[in-house]
């Protein structure tokens, strides 16, 4: 896996948004996009630039269960706050949170993702080592599914609502096999609260118990992450990965 250390969430999201830059012009048409407080320095960059996704795909990796697409906390809502608005695709697909039929729902997305194969897939990590909503005990083979949140997941997620009892406890999410079929995966994670999954993913062993690592299985990946985020890999890693845009970890 290739790793970039930043001095700060900026730069690396400065470096993260010229990546995209090179896919679009080589041709990437099929984009994986995440939510969350870590993409919103890459999305405010793209909204600015003078890129065109009007004949891209867009594919999110989850939604939350029982929020329909114009409540604020939906990702719906947010990936249109953030992106589509300034820079709408040619279609761009989520989970949607009020499936009746939830089956036929994870069906439906399964299909969207084989019919149009991602790329690229953006993924930011959770404090616990998910990625999309896929909890630690995920298996590697699973496709879109619905998935029961943990209650580390709840606490770390109350931060966008008014009150912990008003953040979903379910959701549905791209399963790891979904986003590990995508071409090449970008991940970013910013902050210290990362630090102990960056470091389970890089040095621990491939586990279910921590589904970020599960992406040493796949040939294409780059990670972009902040100092604080970077902090609890061994030395001699971060010592082979000097800071970029400022000085040397010590
Ligand atoms: C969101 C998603 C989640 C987040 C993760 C980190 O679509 O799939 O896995 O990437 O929970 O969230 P933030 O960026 O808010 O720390």
Do not use: C
């Amino acid at each position: 896996m290739n790793l970039h250390i930043f001095k700060n969430a900026q730069d690396a999201s400065q470096a993260v948004y010229e990546q995209y830059r090179d896919r679009l012009e080589k041709g990437a048409h099929v984009l994986g996009l995440a939510t969350g407080s870590t993409p919103e320095g890459l999305y405010e960059l793209l909204s600015q630039s003078d890129l065109d996704f009007s004949d891209l795909y867009s594919i999110n990796l989850d939604e939350y269960y029982g929020l329909a697409s114009d409540h604020p906390q939906s990702y719906a809502y947010f990936m249109n706050q953030h992106l589509f608005r300034h820079k709408p695709f040619k279609a761009s697909f989520l989970p949607n949170g009020l499936a009746q039929d939830i089956e036929a729902e994870l069906e439906r997305y399964n299909q969207i993702i084989q019919n149009h194969p991602i790329d690229l897939q953006l993924l930011g990590v959770g404090n616990n080592g998910h990625i999309g909503f896929n909890e630690p005990g995920t298996p590697k083979d699973s496709l879109t599914h619905y998935v029961q949140l943990t209650e580390e997941t709840i606490d770390a997620n109350q931060r966008f609502f008014n009150h912990r009892d008003e953040v979903p406890s379910t959701a549905i999410s791209m399963g790891i096999a979904s986003i590990l079929s995508a071409k090449e995966i970008i991940v970013m994670a910013f902050g210290p609260q990362k630090a102990w999954a960056i470091a389970q993913a890089f040095e621990g062993p491939v586990s279910e118990q921590v589904p970020l690592s599960f992406l040493q299985t796949h040939p294409r990946v780059t990670f972009y992450l902040d100092q604080a985020a970077a902090s609890q890999l061994s030395r001699e890693l971060r010592q082979a990965h000097p800071l970029e845009g400022g000085e040397s970890l010590s």
